[in-house]
């Protein structure tokens, strides 16, 4: 069965760091590109950032580039997003998605988590 679980959200103050996990089982992510969405009420959800199938290139919205940092690691077949300098509206809940080889814009993505939730308050 192919599943993704995100892990390690929760709340932090401004200024702040978070290392979100998205764990994979039942397939595997060398294939696969990851990316990292974030939702919150009343708006569409947002391409944070992605990495491609074999982890050589990545991308960012102009929102957290520079904060955060995506990274795979094949062997425990997990991608990482480390969340840096964290602010007011980076608060949401944050998806990992799994689509095949390449990263997309749109939410054509195979496979999702559950979410979650980053609050940035203090």
């Known amino acids: 069965q192919w599943q993704l679980v995100e892990s390690g959200g929760g709340l932090v103050q401004p200024g702040g760091s978070l290392k979100l996990s998205c764990t994979a089982s039942?397939?595997?992510?060398?294939?696969?590109?990851i990316a990292w969405f974030r939702q919150t009420p009343g708006k569409e959800r947002e391409r944070v950032s992605c990495?491609?199938?074999?982890?050589?290139?990545?991308n960012y919205a102009d929102s957290v580039k520079g904060r955060f940092i995506i990274s795979k690691d094949k062997a425990e077949n997990m991608v990482y997003l480390k969340m840096n300098s964290l602010k007011p509206e980076d608060t949401a809940v944050y998806y990992c998605?799994?689509?095949?080889?390449?990263?997309?814009?749109?939410?054509?993505?195979?496979?999702w988590g559950q979410g979650t939730q980053v609050i940035v308050s203090s």
């Open positions: 998605a799994a689509r095949f080889v390449s990263c997309s814009l749109s939410l054509s993505y195979d496979h």
């Open positions: 039942g397939f595997r992510l060398d294939d696969y590109a």
């Open positions: 990495i491609n199938g074999s982890g050589d290139w990545t």
